[in-house]
């Protein structure tokens, strides 16, 4: 079946430092990924989205890799503020159909 | 409105009650998804409608999970006789149109605790 590995594990790290979050799948071959943002109480926000054709995607301090080949998502938050502290959740479409299935999540935690 | 929203933000209710959670989304989105996210987990889909149809009610846990959106606007999930494994977070999505790399605009969520 189908399934996406996010580190469970909450990431602490300190502020300016480059965070890395890690999205695993298996049995799925994703045209695209897409990361989200969750903070406490609310709903996830769409950061990023990067298509199987495409290595590497940016925004602000945002990168993304996509590497179909060893079917992983890696998540980069370069010069990371405290603010950055939220959980991080990838997505990918279920094949065929609209919805997206979603990863765990990992906790980001920036400590001033 | 701005943005996707979603009532009550709270709710708590008896084993056995029925309870009814609503969705307003954006105005114009033709999309509207239902997930489900528990403690410490990612959201889980539920349901689709496409306007006014229901295409995919393939993550309605049971029976007692029902879904509507009448006119293609606002959506409404039921949840009957609830049971305490219904205590989870209830987000409600939407898209402009149906292309499926489309962003997911999620509103707040409600939570339900079934005592």
């Known amino acids: 079946s189908q399934k996406i590995e996010q580190n469970s594990e909450a990431l602490n790290i300190q502020e300016g430092k480059t965070a890395t979050l890690t999205c695993n799948y298996t049995?799925?071959?994703?045209?695209?990924l897409q990361w989200y943002r969750q903070d406490p109480g609310r709903g996830p926000v769409f950061l990023l989205l990067i298509r199987e054709n495409e290595k590497e995607k940016r925004k602000e301090r945002l990168k993304v890799t996509f590497d179909t080949t060893l079917k992983q998502s890696l998540f980069h938050i370069t010069a990371s503020q405290p603010a950055d502290s939220a959980t991080y959740l990838c997505?990918?479409?279920?094949?065929?159909?609209?919805?997206?299935?979603f990863g765990t999540g990992t906790r980001l935690l920036v400590s001033p | 409105g701005a943005g996707v929203s979603q009532s009550p933000r709270y709710k708590v209710a008896k084993r056995g009650q029925d309870v009814a959670l609503r969705c307003d989304p954006i105005s114009g989105h033709v999309s509207l998804f239902w997930y489900q996210q528990a403690l410490g987990q990612g959201p889980e889909f539920l349901t689709y409608?496409?306007?006014?149809?229901?295409?995919?009610k393939s993550g309605l846990p049971s029976d007692r999970f029902f879904a509507e959106r009448p006119e293609g606007s606002v959506s409404t999930l039921k949840i009957q006789r609830t049971q305490q494994e219904d205590s989870a977070v209830y987000l409600c999505a939407s898209t402009p149109g149906i292309t499926p790399q489309e962003t997911q605009y999620f509103g707040p969520g409600t939570r339900l605790l079934v005592l």
């Open positions: 409608f496409q306007n006014e149809a229901q295409l995919d």
């Open positions: 049995n799925y071959s994703p045209a695209y």
């Open positions: 997505a990918l479409p279920y094949t065929g159909f609209q919805k997206l299935v």
